[in-house]
């Protein structure tokens, strides 16, 4: 059930490219100001165009580009080529060792950042209903139950690989590194202790294009992992869907890129309902739920927003409670006698929305009983006036359904960044802070 809001716009084509964005309206014109071009944020640079907020930034290239000097709108436009190269790399790579003793009793992958998020969607592709369990480990050790069953993923751009990958030959399990490439990363990618580990395990190294935190090597990344799962038996994936999600994402890198219309676009125009909001993110799948997961991140890594999010059926408690709280819609209306020019509106929270389009009942709940809670939620979402972003994958297999979701999370988290006249890829305040004298 979708709940129209006074202002929307429909975006044409949107659907032909895989997601069904609504509810997606123009944003707020802040004029009179100016975008800040330095390093730090906002507010110290020399003014170079319209204030942050203005609509007209996300419809001029050179200011875009402007703004994102680190080039993640760039880095994003080539997840394509990304996924064909590791794709061809794993082709290449001796990979037939991994289901030598069969199907593995589990798959742990450990690992931050990129790696961290590919594991969440290697876990929601294989789905509850998986004979092996794929876990995502974020922190240094291995879980106490890892064996010599087991299958163990490290990340070599990790600063606790070695430590994990010597445990995992320890304790007999079967071992993959991933091996950076072309990444600048804390730990050094090619320690000899890394490397003696995976020797001792008779494991595979694959090597991947900057696999580590940095989240726009994420494509690259799941890639790597889905061949990795495919060749012991955890996963049914083969070239021909790698490259099916692959044209998608080289669709995308056009219609949601700086060079396309803020009306048009997806990416863009969710960007402009969001600037100024608080988001919380909610999910009708898991599978769902991993692009949530990594849209938030997102939103904090490019823009420094807060942001909320979580599986549908598990939000009905504690974030309901965000529909009457001091950030709702409803808390309290606009001062009409506010500064329209100095002062700006109280921040207010707004609904995303990600519909999977395959959502069976062992993933979530009994057919009914979901359908119940989420018309009841759109329900009570439109008796609040709560404002509603909502994008929708079209049918197909969980890969391409996922691309079809992030096509468009991905670009609007960046450009929730342009519009604050943040670098999407800047330093983090703490390393800004660490730097100095």
């Keep these: 059930m979708r709940s129209r809001l006074s202002g929307a716009r429909e975006h044409p084509g949107a659907a032909d490219r895989g997601c069904q964005p609504a509810h997606v309206g123009r944003g707020r014109d802040r004029s009179g100001g100016g975008v800040n071009t330095e390093p730090g944020g906002v507010g110290d640079g020399e003014p170079i165009g319209p204030a942050p907020g203005s609509e007209s930034v996300l419809d001029d290239t050179a200011q875009i580009e402007a703004i994102d000097r680190s080039g993640v709108l760039r880095a994003m436009a080539g997840s394509a080529a990304s996924m064909r190269v590791a794709a061809r790399v794993a082709r290449e790579a001796?990979?037939?060792?991994?289901?030598a003793d069969g199907r593995p009793g589990a798959m742990v992958i450990a690992g931050r950042g990129a790696v961290a998020h590919a594991a969440d969607a290697v876990a929601a592709i294989a789905g509850t209903g998986s004979p092996v369990q794929v876990v995502a480990e974020r922190g240094r050790s291995l879980p106490g139950w890892v064996g010599a069953t087991d299958f163990v993923v490290v990340c070599g751009g990790d600063r606790g690989a070695t430590t994990l990958a010597a445990a995992s030959a320890a304790r007999g399990a079967r071992l993959a590194c991933l091996t950076p490439v072309g990444a600048s990363e804390a730990a050094d990618p090619l320690d000899p202790a890394l490397f003696d580990a995976v020797h001792r395990a008779r494991g595979v190294l694959l090597p991947v294009i900057g696999a580590g935190p940095d989240s726009t090597t994420f494509w690259s990344v799941l890639t790597a992992l889905t061949a990795l799962a495919a060749a012991a038996g955890v996963l049914d994936v083969d070239d021909d869907a790698i490259e099916q999600v692959a044209s998608r994402l080289e669709a995308d890198a056009v219609s949601f890129g700086?060079?396309?219309?803020?009306?048009?676009?997806?990416?863009?125009?969710?960007?402009?309902?969001?600037?100024?909001?608080?988001?919380?993110?909610?999910?009708?799948?898991?599978?769902?739920?991993?692009?949530?997961?990594?849209?938030?991140?997102?939103?904090?890594?490019?823009?420094?927003?807060?942001?909320?999010?979580?599986?549908?059926?598990?939000?009905?408690?504690?974030?309901?409670?965000?529909?009457?709280?001091?950030?709702?819609?409803?808390?309290?209306?606009?001062?009409?006698?506010?500064?329209?020019?100095?002062d700006a509106p109280a921040a207010r929270i707004r609904i995303v929305l990600l519909r999977d389009a395959d959502e069976p009942a062992s993933d979530l709940a009994p057919p009914a009983q979901h359908h119940r809670s989420s018309a009841a939620v759109s329900r009570l979402l439109a008796e609040r006036s709560t404002p509603v972003s909502e994008l929708a994958a079209v049918p197909g297999p969980p890969l391409s359904r996922l691309a079809a979701l992030l096509g468009v999370l991905d670009g609007a988290a960046a450009y929730v960044g342009v519009l604050a006249g943040v670098d999407p890829g800047g330093p983090p305040p703490m390393l800004a802070l660490s730097a100095r004298p």
């Design 258 to 342: 700086p060079t396309s219309e803020s009306f048009v676009s997806p990416a863009k125009g969710l960007a402009l309902e969001l600037a100024g909001t608080l988001p919380v993110v909610w999910a009708t799948s898991r599978l769902a739920a991993v692009a949530a997961a990594r849209f938030a991140s997102e939103l904090a890594s490019f823009a420094g927003v807060p942001a909320q999010h979580g599986l549908l059926d598990d939000v009905t408690g504690d974030q309901l409670r965000l529909l009457g709280g001091p950030f709702a819609a409803a808390a309290a209306p606009d001062d009409l006698f506010r500064d329209r020019v100095e």
């Design 94 to 99: 001796e990979l037939g060792t991994l289901a």
